[in-house]
């Protein structure tokens, strides 16, 4: 082989590491999926309470899309036989291209990345897992539409909580890997952490680390069921609590286990609702309008 040759395969190799090493936009949430046991009283919450749309799942046959907005929606799937106590599927976000995603997820040797597939509706995905097991998928949106869908009490999800037990493996992933930025972090108590928000790399919507065991609040022993719906659950931003949680009372539609709406740690009003299987739904609205507890804010919040 000649030089130019040589010259040409060197080049060749340092392009493929290069388009290996760039990561594409990841711009916010798509989507979150949950498990149901009761299909009917899940479509009543999401549908009737909250104001969703029903769709197929072009994902899976076997689930249905509840969406906010043409690229916001919760995907509910039938609880599998002995799943155990938590309901949470997979949490997902969008990105502007699943494939190039894919491939810089394999090129820093992720492990458990699936073959990018499509959609029903043109949509590309694949899914991976975080170091601590939740499945988490990067979705191609075959649809530009963004507006919020007719009678939602929100079209707008703002960001999704998960638990975690460990900040420094879960960075590793989310900040260091896939550039998730700083937002916030807080506790109910001075010398503790129980939440760590990290917005995405080119958007505004956060993930929440619901920590647990040691340096938070909450300790191992207390996460049943009820407590692990409360850990893993979704936001939908509102401009006006006031507003939101006045319309739900005047169409009876509290989901019959709720709370607030009170003041979060983060400066910004909130109020829960809870799916049938004690997934929760968090309003909460886009700006604080008080100073918050424990860290000052790193990056800009959602208006919208």
């Keep these: 082989m000649n030089r130019a040759m040589w010259a040409m395969l060197g080049a060749t190799m340092m392009a493929g590491a290069v388009q290996a090493a760039e990561r594409p936009a990841i711009t916010g949430i798509s ?14 919450f ?5 104001g969703a749309e029903k769709l197929p799942d072009p994902e899976d046959a076997r689930g249905v899309r509840y969406r906010f907005s043409a ?16 309901r949470l599927a997979h949490i997902a976000f969008s990105t502007s ?9 394999t090129a820093h040797r992720v492990k458990d990345v699936s073959t990018v597939q499509k959609g029903a509706d043109g949509s590309l995905w694949f899914s991976a897992r975080d170091p601590e097991g939740n499945e988490v998928q990067f979705v191609q949106s075959s649809n530009t539409d963004d507006r919020p869908s007719a009678g ?19 960075d590793g992933f989310y900040r260091d890997l896939l550039g998730f930025r700083p937002y916030w972090y807080g506790s109910m108590k001075e010398g503790t952490t129980d939440w760590v928000s990290q917005q995405v790399p080119d958007g505004h919507d956060w993930l929440e680390y619901m920590m647990v065991g040691d340096g938070s609040t909450t300790p191992l022993s207390k996460v049943d069921g009820r407590e692990l719906g409360v850990l ?5 931003g509102v401009p006006n609590m006031e507003a939101a949680v006045t319309t739900l009372i005047a169409g009876d ?14 400066g910004k009003w909130q109020a829960n609702l809870y799916d049938p299987d004690g997934t929760r739904v968090e309003l909460m609205e886009f700006q604080p309008v008080t100073k918050p507890c424990c860290s000052a804010f790193t990056a800009d919040s959602p208006t919208h």
Excluded: C, W
Aim: charged content about 20%; cysteine-free; overall charge positive.
């Design 253 to 266: 539609r509290l989901s019959p286990r709720h709370d607030g709406p009170q003041m979060g740690r983060d």
């Design 97 to 105: 291209d699943a494939a190039k995603l894919r491939t810089y997820l």
């Design 71 to 86: 690229q916001q929606f919760v995907e509910v799937l039938p609880l599998p036989a002995g799943q155990g106590i938590s």
């Design 152 to 170: 939602a009490i929100s079209g707008r999800m703002i960001h999704m909580g998960l638990l975690v037990h460990n900040r420094a493996v879960e």
């Design 31 to 44: 989507h979150i999926a949950v498990y149901s046991a009761d299909a009917a009283a899940t479509e009543q």
């Design 46 to 50: 999401y549908k009737d309470r909250l």
């Design 232 to 236: 893993n659950h979704f936001s939908l």
